[in-house]
């Protein structure tokens, strides 16, 4: 089985092999990377998300060559009820062209951050490279960030891609199979 990931990220390759492994316990299969434009901002907000998924997987389908599947992740910024999350969103294509799509849970951004980045007057990405850099020793990871090391972006991308491969091989009793 072959699997075409849509970003030359070493974090999003290996996510998605982790992820695969864990779902086609005990199959061979290879992971590679494709080079495409998530063709969203390098923060993308709201729809942005779902939008730099889709169009890694998309791109990773037509530039990528043949696959069984071929994967998209993006991680973002999503407003809910007056709050600011990061979350992340996943596409799965299969080689029959079907899509699936699945996404994580959001970790809130401090309120820190976004007093910097309003200070800053700068997008997100922008403002966390002048916060770690104040700081020093931060992780390369917003979540790392946020949260002091103890939770991490893997967790998102895991859960937003195992969400969208869930739906691709539905168990008997699974309601994707109905």
């Known amino acids: ?42 923060t993308p ?32 910024l999503i407003e809910r009820y007056g709050h600011l999350y990061e979350e992340a969103w996943g596409c799965v294509i299969t080689n029959k062209g079907k899509e699936y799509f699945g996404y994580s849970s959001g970790l809130k951004v401090p309120d820190y951050i976004l007093k910097r980045m309003g200070d800053l007057k700068m997008e997100h990405c922008l403002a966390m490279e002048i ?4 700081f020093g020793n931060l992780p390369n990871d917003t979540w790392g960030t946020y949260s002091g090391g103890l939770i991490i972006r893997e967790v998102s991308l ?5 969400n969208a491969l869930i739906q691709t091989l539905p168990h008997e009793k699974s309601f994707y199979h109905l």
């Open 158 to 162: 895991e859960e937003s891609i195992r």
């Open 1 to 42: 089985m072959k699997i075409i990931v849509g970003s030359v990220s070493r974090r999003k390759i290996d996510t998605v092999k982790k992820v695969f492994e864990q779902v086609f316990v005990g199959k061979n299969f290879e992971v590679v990377s494709c080079a495409v434009k998530s063709g969203v901002p390098e």
């Open 45 to 76: 907000y709201d729809k942005q998300t779902f939008d730099g998924a889709r169009n890694r997987a998309m791109g990773a389908r037509n530039d990528g060559g043949l696959a069984d599947f071929y994967v998209g992740l993006e991680s973002g």
């Open 131 to 134: 916060i770690e850099k104040e």
